[in-house]
């Protein structure tokens, strides 16, 4: 069995993929995905532990079932958790559904959600709630939607203290994950 130490960052990038090409890093969610990476490289007690560094790449037009699928899977096994982009640009995409099937239904991974389009934990909320705005890009994810009732799920705005503050959270992580429902900060 894998050491589950890292975070899993799942993010939406247009299909074929090619970490290396201009309109790879020119989509918003793979921006946000280097953002995190970026904090990182700047402060080594940043506590992002990156999934996709602990197996090789592939490329972009590596076979779907032989090559892609596997390495996901393999790099979501040495996971504690699923951090998820989702925004307004999200698309469901095949590699995406993938992840958050696997991460979630099969793994039982906990989901910390971060929502690009809001930047502070009030902005977030309405009446002590989660907004209608937040909860309608559930939608653009069905397989998210339908299964987050599976696993607890943190729901955060892009704010580097509370993205810092909810990767240390223990409720949060596989080995020590609190009850399956969907939480966030109060203000």
């Known amino acids: 069995m894998a050491y589950r130490n890292g975070n899993y960052a799942a993010f939406y990038v247009a299909e074929p993929f090619n970490a290396s090409a201009l309109s790879a890093h020119a989509t918003e969610d793979f921006c946000y995905y280097n953002l995190l990476r970026a904090w990182k490289s700047k402060d080594a007690s940043f506590p992002f532990n990156d999934s996709h560094n602990k197996t090789y790449n592939v490329r972009d037009n590596s076979a779907w079932e032989t090559t892609l699928k ?27 559904r993938e992840e958050i099937d696997y991460g979630v239904n099969d793994q039982g991974l906990p989901v910390i959600v971060i929502y690009p389009g809001y930047d502070s934990k009030e902005s977030l ?16 994810l069905p397989i998210f939607r339908d299964s987050m009732y599976r696993v607890p799920t943190l729901h955060i705005p892009l704010k ?25 900060y109060e203000p």
């Open 70 to 96: 596997p390495r996901l899977r393999e790099r979501i096994r040495s996971s504690k958790n699923i951090v998820l982009f989702l925004s307004s640009n999200t698309v469901n995409s095949r590699a995406l």
């Open 125 to 140: 909320l309405i009446n002590g709630s989660l907004r209608q705005s937040v909860k309608n890009l559930w939608d653009k």
């Open 160 to 184: 580097k203290e509370i993205i810092e503050d909810s990767l240390k959270e223990s409720d949060f992580m596989l080995a020590t994950k609190t009850t399956a429902k969907y939480y966030w």
